[in-house]
C-alpha cells in the first residue's frame, strides 16, 4: 500500500515546506493542492523542497498543468472539473496524469483514456465533506475489479481502515487533513506509512 499526503492549502510557503521536508520520508508521494496559491508561491515551493533534496518524482501537481511543466515535473492530479485525460495527454504528452473519480463510470472512462492512476472518493466521513455522503466501499470493490491502474482512496480514512482497503484491491491511500492538521504530522504520517507496509508484509505472510 502506498501513502500519499494531500497538502490542504492552509499554510504558508515556508511552514509547509518545513511538513514536507519532515514528513517526506515516510510518504510516496503528495499531492500539491494549493488552490490559493500563486503561481510564484508554487515556484517557490517546488524550488525550496527540491533544494531540500525532496525528489522530484514524489511530487504531484494537483490541477496546475502549467505549474507541473513550468517546474518539470512529470505527475498531475486532475480534478473531475479540470482538464479531461485526454486533453492533459495530447498536450503534455510528457506528463503521467492520475484522475479524480467519484464512480465507477468515471473510473472506468478515465482509465480507457489513458488514466495513470485513480483517486476515488471520499469513502469514509470526513470533516472535509461535511454534510455529503460518504461513498464508502461496494463501489471502490467493484472499481478495483475493473481497472488495471493503481487506485487510491481518499476522505476520512483511519489507519484502521488500510487493511480493509487492501484487502478489496486498492493499491494506496491518500491523507489530507489527518496529517496537515495534526498538532505532530511526522508522527501521525509515520502511523500510516507503518499501517501500509504492515499490510503488505501480512499479504506476502499469507501467500508464502
Known amino acids: 500500500m502506498k501513502l500519499i499526503a494531500v497538502t490542504n ?14 514528513t517526506e ?40 498543468v502549467d505549474v507541473a511543466v513550468a517546474s518539470n515535473i512529470q505527475r ?24 479524480s473519480v467519484h464512480s465507477a463510470i468515471e ?11 485513480l483517486l476515488y472518493g471520499h469513502v469514509f466521513e470526513t470533516n472535509c465533506k461535511r454534510g455529503v455522503e460518504p461513498r464508502g466501499l ?29 484487502d478489496i484491491g486498492v493499491n494506496g491511500i491518500a491523507v489530507m487533513s489527518t496529517i496537515f492538521e495534526s498538532d505532530d504530522p511526522v508522527s501521525a504520517t509515520k502511523e500510516y506509512y507503518e499501517a501500509c507496509r504492515q499490510a503488505i508484509a501480512y499479504q506476502k505472510v499469507e501467500r508464502s
Open 76 to 99: 498531475v492530479q486532475l480534478p473531475g472539473h479540470g482538464l479531461s485525460i485526454s486533453q492533459a495527454k495530447d498536450n503534455f504528452p510528457q506528463l503521467l496524469a492520475g484522475k
Open 138 to 166: 461496494s463501489e471502490l470493490q467493484e472499481i478495483s475489479k475493473k481497472v488495471t491502474v493503481d487506485l487510491y482512496a481518499i476522505g476520512g480514512i483511519k489507519t484502521e481502515h488500510i487493511d480493509m482497503l487492501h
Open 107 to 117: 473510473a472506468e472512462r478515465a482509465s480507457y483514456a489513458g488514466a495513470n492512476w
Open 9 to 22: 492549502d492552509r499554510f504558508k510557503v515556508d511552514h509547509l515546506t518545513k511538513i514536507m521536508i519532515d
Open 25 to 64: 520520508p515516510f510518504v510516496d508521494y503528495f499531492i500539491i493542492r494549493e488552490r490559493t496559491k500563486t503561481v510564484n508561491e508554487y515556484i517557490e515551493l517546488i524550488t525550496a523542497l527540491t533544494e531540500a533534496k525532496v525528489s522530484k518524482d514524489k511530487l504531484i501537481v494537483n490541477d496546475r
